[in-house]
């Protein structure tokens, strides 16, 4: 019996229905960029919360569109690539002994998009007000802004960033372009607080600029003309807004978008389709970006019960779920933190599928359907409980329903549930939850801040700080990996925190999600993906 259940697939519309939902699809070019190469490309959130580079709920709400596009405006100090940190706008580095210093030495003549200079001082404003914009989300995005103690410019191209203490990700956490991407001084009022500029413009030293061009929910961003290194193929690029998946698929149809990027914007089925023609290209990403998972709630009756948790685990076909919904291009994941991340590669034991297994563990633990409605109990307890979800997001309501019958078969009965996201985040954080989908953290955030969230004290994700709530101690570990200098301790730890996850069970490893592109083969020869592959970047594109 196949337990996966798929939503039916949207029948495509003709271009003359076409013609009426998109005006002006037979042409996006205004005469005055006729001379220039142009693309469009399409977003489901919108960019009118500002385009500055701390965002967080407290001045953004929930509208995190624009991160997607920040990589196309602002630089960090250092860039991840290929699994290294590299030089970005830091041509180099020195990390004192004690790990309490990173010393920047920056790169010269780089000017912002609004003819500021780049240079230490600039670094040096960024960095003392990141903390302060953050505000009660200092942490969220990474921990090395909650360690920032002193920044001194040098000289006018050498900052020195001081920690209170040494951290062992510190690096790496300054390639996030959220929060760690640069702006000009100007992006800031005299007290720290974000410029009314940030609303309508981008102040970065990137390749493309934003000066306020919006008509309807299309935007036109140009290149930035302080720009002076090696010059992109493109250069105007249209972002149309459109929220729904199957519109976006609609409009790369008519011609109306040139491209697709990222995987919350794509449906499998759609890639599927457009992947066997010859109009379209469509591209995987090498790298793993992160893991879809299934978090369960140890404080919630009958999850508190690890029998109950290690028979969920063994009652999944995570295989035919990768070949199923996602076509095999998300493989099924074993583990929560893949082993190509930084002292990830620990040698586990996975729970493989096998539903007789799960029901002898829930039959030896007193779980059994006295009165034959399909549903075990114990105690008076019934096995059941609710999964929830993202509204709107790819395939999660599918894969929701697909775990919900696998769970049904072994004689657990659970509801699925789509939230809005910030809703489903309030419904966790306040612990009213049995089990909700997530994700990881996109590389480069993990594998840091995912061991950060598995923190109790202070409590940033309730979900996931599921998967150490058996130990007693976890806080303590955790705090004490934050300052650790020594590789081999530092492997020690995330041995021992990455087989207590697994063997605990309550964060459930479903499939690793990899980047996603589909583009006009009319218009664009090829893209790369780069360090963050599910963010447009635009510079990557090749034209025709």
Known sequence: MNKIIKKSVVVI???????SLFIGCSSKKTS???????????EGWNFDTGFFTVLSANNIGSNYGPINYLCNFYETLVNYENGEVVPGLAKSWDISKDGLTYTFHLNEGIKFSDGEDFNAKAVKINLDNIPKLLGQF???YGTITTLLKEVNVIDEYTVAVNLTVPYYGALQDFTLLLPMAIMSPNAYNEDGTLSELTKNKTLGT???MYDGQKNGETYTFVRNTEYNRQKPDVDVFHVKVIPDNDSKILALRSGEIDAVIGSPNISYDSYKELSEGKKYGVKVSDAIIQTRLMGINLSKKPFDDKAVRLAINYAIDKDEISNSLFYGIEKKADVILNNTLPYCDVNIESYTYDPEKAKKILEDNGWVDNDGDGIREKDGIKLTGEILYTSGTAMIEDLSLSVANYLKDVGISVKTTGMEMMTQFRTIASNEFTMAMQVTNPIPYDPYLFMGRLNTEPLRDNLVAQGLKHIN???EIINKLTSMTDKKEIQETYDYIIKEVNNNGALIPLTNVKGLAIFNKKVIKDYKFFGHPDFPNVANFILK
């Open 13 to 19: 519309l003709s271009l003359v229905m076409c013609t």
């Open 32 to 42: 005055s960029n006729n001379d220039k190469k142009e693309i469009t490309l399409c």
């Open 138 to 140: 200092n942490g969220a």
């Open 206 to 208: 990137g390749p493309y």
């Open 473 to 475: 101690n976890a806080s």
